[in-house]
C-alpha cells in the first residue's frame, strides 16, 4: 500500500503535474484573498468555501492517470501480480493522491497564517473548515479514483469525475431552488452542501459521517469494479 | 489431503469465486450501499453537533434552555416557508440550524409551512390578519397567544449602500427573539409596563423606542398612562418615571403611592438637568423609602469610570446584591451620561430593605447643581433598589436615564449590551419573577486586519504572481532535470 | 511445483481456456506454445493470478490462487507479454519499487538488484529513465522485473520478443542459468527456442491442449515420419492413387513441377511409410528422385495437431 503510494507520489512530483496544479491551485486562492487583504478582512472562511469549489476542476486532473495509466501501460499486471491486495493497491493510490492535496491544503494555510500575522484571528470555525476541506477532499478525489478505474484513457476518466463533480455541486445549487423531498435527498446526498456545513461553523456528526463513509464506500466499488472487469474482459 | 477436505476447499474456492466475481458481485455492490444509506440515516439521526462559531451562532444560552425546560405549555414555530428551498448562504439557513435546537426540547415544536401552497393555514392562524404575516415570517404560538418575528427581529443590519438598498447584517438576535417570543407567548401572567407621559418623559413612543422593543422582546406589555388625568389600571403592574422635566402633581404622587401599597413597583429615572424645579413633590414620594434625588452632577476623575474626553459620561460599577446577582458575571460596562447621585437616608425603618446597584469611583466629584448645594468629593450611589416588605412593594430609583436612551445606544453602541442587560434586569426584579431573560445580540465576528494599503499590495501582489511563479518553477526545473536522465 | 486442474476461463460467451490440465515438476523448463488467441497468454494470467479462472484450480507449491493468492503471487515472477514498465522512472527507481511490491527487505534490495542488472546487462544504463531506453533494454528491464524477489517459478511470456539475435542468445542463456535452481514457464512461437531451452513442451490451440511431451519426441514423431517431401518420375494420377493405397497415408498432392514428368509431392502420414513408398514406386516403374523430411514451421505442427484434434472431435 505505503509501496504503490511512495511511487505514485513520486511520480506526481517527478513530473509537472503536481506542481502546475499547485501553482494553479493556489493562484485561484490568492486572487480571491488579495482583495480581503486591501479591505483589511482577515475572513478567510468564505474562500475555503470557495476552495471547495475550485477542488472540481482540480481533482479530475490530479486521479484521471491514476488506475487508468496502468492498465494503459500494462504495469496494471505487475501491481496485480505482486503479493498485495487490491484493496491495498486502491488505497495507495488514494494515498498519493491525497498526499497532494494535502500539500495544496498545507501551502494553503499560508493565508490564515498571513492574517494572525496582520493581527488578525485564526478561529475554531476555520479550523473545523479545513477539517471539512480535508474530508471533502477525500471523497472527491475517491470519485476521481473511481472515474479512473472505468477507463483506459485518461482524458476521458477526467472527464467522467469532472461532470460526476459538477453534478454535485449543480444538485446542491439546485436542492434549494426544488425543494420539497428531492431537495432534500439532493441536499442529503450533496457532498458540497456537507462541506457547508463546516464551512458556516457547524462541526455535525452526521457531516464527518457522511464525508468518511462516502470516500469508503466509492473506493470499495473501485476494488469491486476492477474485479468485475477481470471477470468479464481479457 | 482427504477427499472431504478438497471438496470443502472446492466449495470454498466456488463461493469465493460467485462472491467476487459473479452475480452475487451485483449482490455485494448493492448491500453495501444499502450498509452506507444505513449508516448515515442513523448518523443524521445522532444530532451530535458542535458550534464552532466565535459568535455561537447555532448555539442557546443557559437562559435559554432553562426557560425551554421549564416550558409546561407546548409551543409550536412555524417558519412561514419551505425550508427546503433555503440555500446554505441565506441567512435564514442559520435560524433553521438554530432552531434545531429548540426542537430538542420536548415542549417545542418546530414546523415550517408554505403559505403560498397553504393558504387555509394561514386563515386559521390569523383570521382578522391582525398579525401581519408574511412569506418568511416565523409565528411562535401557544395556545391563543401568537407572536410574529420577522427578518429583522433576528439580524441587526445596516444599510450597506443608500442607492441600492443593500443591506449588511452585523449581527443575530435570533436566540433572543425567539427566546423572547416562546416566553412571551407561554407565559401565564403578562406584566404590563407603564411609562408615565405627563411631563415630557421618555416613553416608548420617544427617547425609549429602542429599549422598549427589547421589553416586548422580553414578554412584557407596553402601555402609556398620564397619571394626573388617569387613574392606574388593574393590569399595570410597573410604572415607569422617566426623566420628568416638572415635578409631578400632588394627586399624581397619591397615585403612586396607592399603586405601590398594592404591592406594585415603580421605576424612577432621572438625569441631572439643571431646572429651577426642586422636584419636592417627586422627593416627598422617594422620601417614604428612604431615598433622594441628589441636586448634583456627577463629574468622574478616575479615568478608567469616564469615557475618554467627556468626564460626565461615566461608568459606574456594579455592586455586588441580590439585585445584581443575575448580572453581576460577565458584566460589561455600562455607560451613564450625565448622571445624579442617589442619596440613601439614615432613617431607621425596618420594614425597608435598601440595596445599592451602582456606585461611582472614590475620585468622583458632585458638583451641587443649585447655590446652596455644595460640592462633594467621593463615590457616590447612581441607582438603589427599595423593598418594602409590608406591601411587597418595590422601588427602583436610578440616576440616570438617558443611559437606555435611543440616541445614546446609537452614538455608543458598544455600550447598548450593558444597558439593555442592566435594564432588563432591573425590571425582572420589579416585575418579581426569577425567570430573568438576559440573552444578549450576537455580533458578527469581523475578523478585521490591520494592514496598510502598501503591505497589502506587497503580500498580495506576491500570492497572486510570485507564489505561484516559484512553484510553476519548481516543477519546471524538476522535468527539464529528468528529462534527458 | 506447479498444478493446473480442469482450467477453464470464459469471457462471456467465449471459451478463451476450455478445461485444461498440466503439471510443471520443480526445477523443470516448461514451453508453452500455441497460436495467436489460443489461451496462452489468457492461462499464464491466471496462473499469476492477473485474471481469475471461471473454473478450475490452479496451485503454485500447494497454495490455490483463489484462496491464497500472496502466498502464489510471491512465488512467482511475472514477465507479461508487454513489460509492465513505468516510463516515468529510471530503472535504478523501478526495480528498486518492484523489490518494495514485492517485499523483498531493505537491506537486501540493493545487492540483489546490483546482481539482476548485472545478469540482464543492465548495469550501464541503470540511471537512465525507461522511457529512453531501447525496445531491446526495456525489455531486459522487464525480465529483470520479473526475476526481482528471487521468485521460485517464472513464467514468461515471449521474454525474446524484440530482441536482436545477439541479445536473444543472451537470454537464452540467462534463462537456462536460472532454471538450474527455478521452476520456469516460457511461451515462445519460435520453436528452435522452446527445443533449446525447454524440457518439456504444451501445446495449446482454441484452448485445449493440443499435445505435451518433450520438444526431441515432438519434433520427431512430427518431422521425420509425418510429413514427407518427395520428387517422383511417372504418371500423375498413377502415383497419387498407389500412394494413397498404402497404409497410413492420409494425403498426398503434387505441388509443383520438378522436371520433364516430374512432379513435387508433399504427403501426410500417420505412421512412417518410406519403405513401403520405395517398393510401390518401384513396382509402378516411377523412381523416387529425392526424398526429405518437411523442414517443419512451428505453424505445421500447430496445423497438424490442431487438425488431429478436430477430428478427434
Redesign the interface.
Given at each position: 500500500m505505503w509501496t504503490v503510494a511512495k511511487r505514485e507520489i513520486g511520480s506526481y512530483f517527478k513530473s509537472p503535474i503536481a506542481y502546475v496544479l499547485i501553482g494553479l491551485f493556489i493562484l485561484l486562492i490568492s486572487i480571491f484573498f488579495w482583495p480581503r487583504l486591501q479591505g483589511s478582512r482577515g475572513d478567510f472562511i468564505s474562500i475555503l468555501g470557495d476552495m471547495g469549489f475550485f477542488l472540481i476542476f482540480i481533482v479530475p486532473i490530479l486521479t484521471m492517470k491514476i488506475l487508468a495509466e496502468d492498465r494503459k501501460n500494462g504495469t496494471e499486471v505487475l501491481l496485480m501480480t505482486s503479493p498485495t491486495s487490491l484493496f491495498k493497491i486502491v488505497l495507495g493510490k488514494f494515498i498519493a493522491a491525497y498526499t497532494v492535496f494535502l500539500v495544496i491544503t498545507i501551502i494553503s494555510l499560508i493565508y490564515p497564517i498571513i492574517i494572525v500575522i496582520f493581527s488578525g484571528a485564526f478561529t475554531i470555525q476555520l479550523a473545523g473548515g479545513y477539517l471539512g476541506f480535508l474530508l471533502l477532499g477525500g471523497a472527491f478525489i475517491s470519485i476521481g479514483v473511481l472515474a479512473s478505474a472505468s477507463t483506459e484513457n485518461q482524458i476521458i476518466a477526467a472527464i467522467i469525475s469532472f461532470v460526476a463533480l459538477l453534478v454535485m455541486w449543480v444538485a446542491d445549487t439546485l436542492s434549494a431552488s426544488v425543494g420539497g423531498v428531492v431537495g432534500t435527498v439532493l441536499t442529503w446526498i450533496s457532498l458540497i452542501s456537507r462541506y457547508q456545513v463546516f464551512t458556516k461553523g457547524i462541526l455535525g456528526f452526521a457531516e464527518v459521517i457522511y464525508l468518511i463513509s462516502f470516500t469508503a464506500i466509492i473506493l470499495f466499488l473501485t476494488v469491486r469494479l476492477i474485479e468485475r472487469r477481470r471477470w468479464t474482459q481479457g | 489431503m482427504t477427499e472431504k477436505n478438497t471438496n470443502y476447499?472446492?466449495k470454498?474456492?466456488e463461493r469465493?469465486?460467485k462472491l467476487?466475481?459473479?452475480s452475487n458481485?451485483i449482490i455485494?455492490?448493492i448491500s453495501?450501499?444499502v450498509v452506507?444509506v444505513m449508516?448515515?440515516l442513523i448518523?443524521?439521526w445522532?444530532?451530535?453537533?458542535?458550534?464552532?462559531?466565535?459568535e455561537g451562532?447555532?448555539s442557546i444560552g443557559d437562559q435559554t434552555k432553562s426557560i425551554l425546560e421549564n416550558l409546561t405549555k407546548e409551543v409550536t414555530v412555524y417558519g412561514l416557508f419551505?425550508e427546503?428551498?433555503?440555500?446554505?448562504?441565506?441567512s435564514y439557513?442559520?435560524i433553521i440550524?438554530l432552531l434545531k435546537k429548540y426542537n430538542a426540547y420536548d415542549n417545542v415544536k418546530v414546523e415550517y409551512v408554505n403559505p403560498n401552497t397553504n393558504v387555509e393555514f394561514m386563515n386559521n392562524l390569523d383570521p382578522d390578519n391582525v398579525l401581519g404575516m408574511t412569506t418568511n415570517n416565523f409565528v411562535v404560538v401557544c395556545g391563543d397567544y401568537k407572536k410574529v418575528l420577522k427578518y429583522y427581529d433576528f439580524f441587526e443590519s445596516y444599510a450597506s449602500d443608500y442607492n441600492t438598498f443593500g443591506v449588511v447584517d452585523v449581527g443575530s438576535k435570533a436566540e433572543l427573539s425567539l427566546t423572547s417570543a416562546i416566553n412571551y407567548v407561554s407565559r401565564d401572567e403578562r406584566t404590563t409596563i407603564l411609562f408615565s407621559n405627563g411631563h415630557d418623559e421618555f416613553t416608548d413612543d420617544y427617547d425609549y423606542i429602542a429599549v422598549s422593543e427589547k421589553f416586548t422582546l422580553n414578554g412584557f406589555k407596553i402601555g402609556r398612562i398620564n397619571l394626573y388625568n388617569e387613574s392606574i389600571p388593574d393590569e399595570a403592574d410597573i410604572i415607569v418615571i422617566a426623566n420628568p422635566t416638572s415635578d409631578l402633581y400632588p394627586e399624581e404622587v397619591k397615585k403612586l403611592k396607592e399603586f405601590m401599597a398594592a404591592g406594585n413597583s415603580v421605576y424612577v429615572l432621572m438625569d441631572c438637568m439643571i431646572t429651577n424645579d426642586r422636584f419636592t413633590n417627586l422627593q416627598s414620594f422617594l422620601y417614604d423609602y428612604n431615598v433622594q434625588l441628589g441636586y448634583d452632577k456627577i463629574k468622574e476623575y478616575d479615568t478608567d469610570f469616564y469615557l475618554e474626553g467627556n468626564q460626565y459620561y461615566i461608568f459606574p460599577e456594579l455592586i455586588r446584591s441580590d439585585v445584581n446577582e443575575p448580572i453581576y458575571e460577565n458584566f460589561t460596562k455600562l455607560m451613564a451620561p450625565n448622571a445624579r447621585s442617589i442619596n440613601i437616608l439614615r432613617i431607621l425603618n425596618n420594614n425597608l430593605s435598601i440595596q445599592p446597584l451602582l456606585i461611582t469611583s472614590e475620585k468622583t466629584k458632585l458638583e451641587g447643581i443649585y447655590d446652596d448645594i455644595k460640592d462633594f468629593s467621593g463615590a457616590a450611589y447612581v441607582a438603589v433598589a427599595v423593598t418594602d416588605s409590608t406591601t411587597n412593594a418595590k422601588l427602583l430609583l436610578s440616576g440616570t436615564a438617558s443611559f437606555m436612551q435611543d440616541q445614546i445606544l446609537i452614538n455608543y453602541s458598544q455600550y447598548d449590551a450593558g444597558a439593555t442587560k442592566f435594564m432588563l434586569n432591573n425590571l425582572n426584579w420589579l416585575e418579581g419573577e426569577t425567570s430573568e431573560m438576559f440573552i444578549e445580540q450576537k455580533d458578527f465576528?469581523?475578523?478585521?486586519?490591520?494592514?496598510t494599503?502598501k503591505?497589502?499590495?506587497t503580500?498580495?501582489?506576491f500570492?497572486?504572481y510570485g507564489?505561484?511563479?516559484l512553484?510553476?518553477l519548481?516543477?519546471?526545473i524538476?522535468?527539464l532535470r529528468?528529462?534527458?536522465? | 511445483m506447479i498444478e493446473i486442474i480442469n482450467l477453464t476461463k470464459k469471457y462471456g460467451q467465449v471459451v478463451a481456456v476450455n478445461n485444461i490440465s498440466f503439471s510443471v515438476q520443480k526445477g523443470e523448463i516448461l514451453g508453452f506454445l500455441g497460436p495467436n488467441g489460443a489461451g496462452k497468454s489468457t492461462t499464464m494470467n491466471i496462473i499469476t493470478g492477473y485474471l481469475p479462472s471461471t473454473a478450475g484450480t490452479v496451485k503454485v507449491d500447494g497454495f490455490d490462487i483463489l484462496t491464497h493468492p500472496e502466498e502464489v503471487k510471491k512465488r512467482i515472477g511475472f514477465l507479461p507479454e508487454a513489460p509492465p514498465l513505468y516510463r516515468d522512472m529510471t530503472v535504478t527507481e523501478y526495480l528498486s519499487f518492484v523489490s518494495s511490491l514485492k517485499k523483498v527487505p531493505k537491506n537486501k534490495q540493493k545487492g540483489q538488484m546490483a546482481d539482476i542488472m548485472e545478469l540482464v546487462g543492465l548495469t550501464d544504463h541503470r540511471r537512465r529513465l525507461i522511457d529512453n531506453l531501447s525496445k531491446g533494454y526495456r525489455q531486459r528491464v522487464g525480465l529483470a522485473q520479473a526475476l526481482v524477489g528471487n521468485p521460485e517459478v517464472l513464467i514468461l511470456d515471449e521474454p525474446t520478443v524484440g530482441l536482436d539475435p545477439k541479445q536473444i542468445i543472451e537470454i537464452r542463456r540467462v534463462i537456462k542459468a536460472l532454471a538450474q535452481e527455478r521452476t520456469i514457464i516460457l511461451s515462445s512461437h519460435i520453436l528452435p527456442e522452446v527445443s533449446a531451452i525447454c524440457e518439456r513442451v504444451v501445446i495449446i490451440n482454441k484452448g485445449v491442449i493440443a499435445a505435451e511431451d518433450t520438444p526431441q519426441r515432438l519434433s520427431s514423431d512430427i518431422n521425420q515420419f509425418l510429413k514427407l517431401t518427395m520428387i517422383i518420375k511417372g504418371d500423375q494420377n498413377l502415383i497419387v492413387n498407389t500412394a494413397k493405397s498404402i497404409d497410413g497415408v492420409k494425403y498426398i498432392e503434387a505441388s509443383a513441377k520438378a522436371g520433364e514428368n516430374t512432379y513435387k509431392y508433399v504427403m501426410d502420414a500417420d505412421k512412417d511409410v518410406r519403405d513401403e513408398m520405395f517398393f510401390k514406386m518401384a513396382g509402378i516403374n516411377c523412381p523416387i528422385l529425392e526424398s526429405k523430411p518437411s523442414t517443419m514451421t512451428l505453424e505445421d505442427i500447430f496445423i497438424n495437431v490442431v487438425t488431429k484434434g478436430t477430428e478427434v472431435n
Open positions: - | 476447499d472446492v470454498k474456492i469465493s469465486r467476487k466475481y459473479g458481485a455485494v455492490m453495501s450501499i452506507f449508516i448515515n448518523a443524521s445522532i444530532t451530535f453537533e458542535v458550534d464552532l462559531t466565535p451562532l447555532y419551505d427546503t428551498k433555503i440555500a446554505d448562504d441565506n439557513s442559520k440550524d465576528f469581523v475578523n478585521s486586519i490591520i494592514i494599503t503591505q497589502a499590495n503580500v498580495g501582489g500570492l497572486v507564489l505561484p511563479s512553484i510553476l519548481a516543477g519546471l524538476v522535468y529528468r528529462r534527458h536522465l | -
